[in-house]
């Protein structure tokens, strides 16, 4: 089983709409979440962090963490085309050394 | 704003060749890492450090060495380069402490090994 799983997808929403990515992990130690955002031939940029369950709002982004179900999530409303990227989900390991494990991506595609 | 910064965006090597790919940061950061992406395999760890003179091995570190004798750069050796080192590498630092571990990313540097 992999440690941090997510649908590879691809993802497809009409513009305007919500835009839904899941992410599961396996360690239930980690405290730290972490959804990047990284477009074709880019490096990951940090979208949003999530420390504790309930929802973390930011614009149109909305982390969702849910530890006892070991599970995060990111919702995206008002999806546009330039939303069109692959999003990467990330969790603190359970060492103590600042390592985290990333899921090998969600690409979402957004049509005009 | 954080800034990371890697020395090269392309680089075309070849095969057997020593190629050293050289991360700075300058947020004073204690964790520095570095990794390679290839298409299906997502983020895979080759080694990180979280100070000076320190390393761990981290997923892949079979034929890569690192070093770090500054705390605000981290290079990546490819002792004998082979083709099956061709990938997209990514450098990123972190804060050593608390909960907080955010990581942030280089531009990254698309290696050709021919």
């Known amino acids: 089983q992999k440690e941090v799983e997510q649908n590879s997808g691809p993802l497809s929403v009409p513009e305007g709409a919500i835009a839904s990515l899941n992410c599961t992990y396996s360690?239930?130690?980690?405290?730290?979440f972490f959804w990047y955002r990284q477009y074709s031939g880019k490096s990951p940029e940090l979208i949003m962090s999530?420390?504790?369950?309930g929802d973390k709002e930011d614009g149109r982004f909305t982390a969702q963490l849910n530890k006892a179900s070991q599970y995060v999530s990111l919702l995206i409303r008002d999806s546009q085309p330039s939303d069109s990227a692959t999003y990467l989900c990330?969790?603190?390991?359970?060492?103590?050394?600042?390592?985290?494990?990333f899921g090998q991506g969600t690409t979402l595609q957004v049509k005009p | 704003d954080v800034k990371v910064t890697q020395s090269s965006r392309y680089l075309v090597k070849r095969t057997g060749e020593k190629v050293f790919l050289e991360c700075v940061q300058d947020?004073?950061?204690?964790?520095m890492f570095w990794y390679r992406q290839d298409p299906g395999l997502g983020l895979r760890l080759i080694y990180f450090?979280?100070?000076?003179?320190?390393?761990e091995k981290g997923d892949i570190p079979e034929g890569y060495s690192v070093s770090r004798e500054k705390k605000e750069r981290f290079s990546l050796i490819l002792e004998s380069a082979s083709t099956n080192q061709t990938s997209m590498y990514l450098c990123?630092?972190?804060?050593?402490?608390?909960?907080?571990?955010?990581?942030?990313f280089g531009p990254g540097t698309r290696l050709l090994v021919l």
């Open positions: 360690d239930r130690v980690s405290q730290s």
């Open positions: 990330a969790v603190s390991s359970s060492s103590n050394t600042g390592k985290l494990i």
């Open positions: 990123a630092s972190s804060l050593f402490a608390g909960a907080q571990k955010t990581q942030y």
């Open positions: 450090s979280y100070d000076v003179k320190m390393k």
């Open positions: 999530i420390y504790s369950n």
């Open positions: 947020m004073d950061h204690e964790n």
